[in-house]
């Protein structure tokens, strides 16, 4: 087996010939589907296999094999690097050190800014820097387009259960960018926090993005104490698949937010 320096992949230095790799990371999956050809990808997260919540399409999860993370599973597949999330169990990572199998770790992406850097190094562990490039300036053109002038809309990003995502998050920076005022601010929220249903019945959003909810489950937003604000406030899905990834899936992310405000 060829064995890459992470020293070498994260410089971007040329490599002999494209690298093996495994993602055990849904998140590097979707990122990976832009930047490596698809012989190069050896393994993909199991997350991508679920429809409800993966970054990529059916067709694109049918075509690799995936893992659940476990140093059996990613050795057996032979890769020249393993791409993860920041946290990896200490006996895969002890695993790839026995076997010199260079290991890529990215946190989660919380701004346009780290997400330009974690496709640039993705892409360069890929061997492909330029496919990088282009896909951040695919990003960056989507971005500046979904841009929406005027006053800010108070808004909130509301998962099952009332968790919202606050400042120093991607979700926030996604919702100013498109012309919201994220409201989990004004509460005293944490970056990840649970919202109180007191909050949103004294101080409502004109916009609620619900994710994942299409079907009107959610417990707490069928709330009998919400529902004088029916006409008050503006429910809108928010496809579960956009919450927790940067990547491509921005695209979409901000098109929809920017339909959403540039509707009201």
Known sequence: MRVIGLALVLAGAPVEAAPRIVSINPCVDAILMHVADPGQIAGISHYSKDPRASSITVAQAARFKATSGTAEEVVALAPDIVIAG??????TIAALRRMNIALLQLGVSESLAENRV?????AAAAGHVGRGARLNARIDAAVKAAHT?????????WQGGGLVPGTETLADELLRTTGFHNLSKDYGLKRWDVLPLEHLVGRPPRVLFSVGDA?????????????????HIAVREYPERLMHCGGPTII????????????L
């Not at 920041?86 to 006996?91: G, N, R």
């Not at 979409?252 to 509707?263: D, Q």
């Open 86 to 91: 920041a946290h990896v169990a200490p006996s």
């Open 215 to 231: 079907s009107g489950t959610d417990r707490m937003l069928g709330h009998r104490v919400l529902r004088p604000l029916a006409g």
């Open 149 to 157: 002038a005027g006053s800010a809309v108070p808004a909130l990003i």
């Open 118 to 122: 974690q496709i640039a190094q993705i």
């Open 252 to 263: 979409e992310a901000v098109g929809l937010l920017a339909r959403v405000r540039r509707s």
